[in-house]
């Protein structure tokens, strides 16, 4: 009973937090502020009132669509709103009431937000991945189920590695082969999950953008580039890893074994 409550409770708050996520994410990309001017349509600018704020159930409410101008809402809204309920559930349910509850639950807000920036502008802003950064060391200070020397390592070394691969690509394909947005971004990856999962965290990030992008191609018939933001690979790999990439390890070394 208790855990089911904690579920729900973890649900509901993922389902707010969502909504104000999706403020992050367009402001950040506008350069507005986060409290001024109020929610607001960003088709006619209207005002927008308390019912027309519920997460998810809103949306499904208006049929998609404005109250005031009818004009469409974007769906990444009941999207991420949804996503970020699911994971946060997902979270107490791996790691309990617990402090590294709390670091998943501020992983995952950081990484929704900047899947929205990434996929909109292909940029993850600084002033996200900074307030990440900070939170994710107060709370590793409070709670780090590794040596803390982990979490170091995988915060430097993240960010050197991804700085590797970029300069190393762009060498050989004589452009931006990832931008530095990704470097910083592995930086909170490693101190959030240490030196282990964020390497297994590249390898699989890797894996779904390359399956991801053949698709892609096949599917828009063009042997022309296909630019694709890396960011919300990373993103989808990391949180992957935090739930379930120590048992991924375990099973590989297994085979070995």
Wanted: hydrophobic share 55%; proline share 4%.
């Amino acid at each position: 009973m208790e855990t089911a409550v904690a579920l729900s409770f973890a649900a509901v708050l993922g389902l707010l937090i969502g909504s104000f996520l999706n403020v992050v994410a367009l402001r950040s990309l506008s350069g507005e502020s986060l409290a001024f001017p109020p929610s607001h349509c960003t088709s006619c600018s209207h005002r927008l009132r308390p019912l027309d704020l519920v997460p998810v159930f809103s949306y499904a409410g208006l049929r998609g669509r404005c109250r005031y101008c009818h004009n469409r809402i974007s769906i990444q809204y009941p999207i991420v709103e949804a996503a970020t309920g699911l994971l946060y559930a997902l979270m107490i349910w791996a790691y309990g009431v617990s402090w590294e509850a709390a670091v998943g639950m501020l992983f995952v807000s950081i990484l929704m937000a900047i899947v929205v920036t990434d996929l909109r502008a292909m940029l993850i802003p600084n002033r996200i991945l900074l307030f990440g950064l900070a939170g994710a060391l107060v709370l590793r200070l409070i709670s780090h189920p590794l040596p803390w020397w982990h979490y170091a390592a995988g915060m430097i070394g993240g960010l050197l590695l991804i700085v590797g691969i970029a300069l190393l690509g762009s060498l050989l394909l004589r452009k931006e082969a990832m931008g530095m947005g990704d470097a910083k971004l592995f930086a909170l990856v490693g101190l959030v999950l240490g030196w282990k999962l964020t390497l297994l965290t590249l390898f699989v990030a890797s894996l779904l953008g390359t399956i991801f992008g053949v698709f892609w191609i096949m599917l828009k018939r063009t042997g022309r580039e296909a630019y694709l933001p890396f960011g919300p690979f990373i993103a989808l790999a990391s949180v992957l890893c935090m739930l379930a990439g120590d048992a991924w390890i375990d099973w590989y070394v297994s085979l070995l074994s």
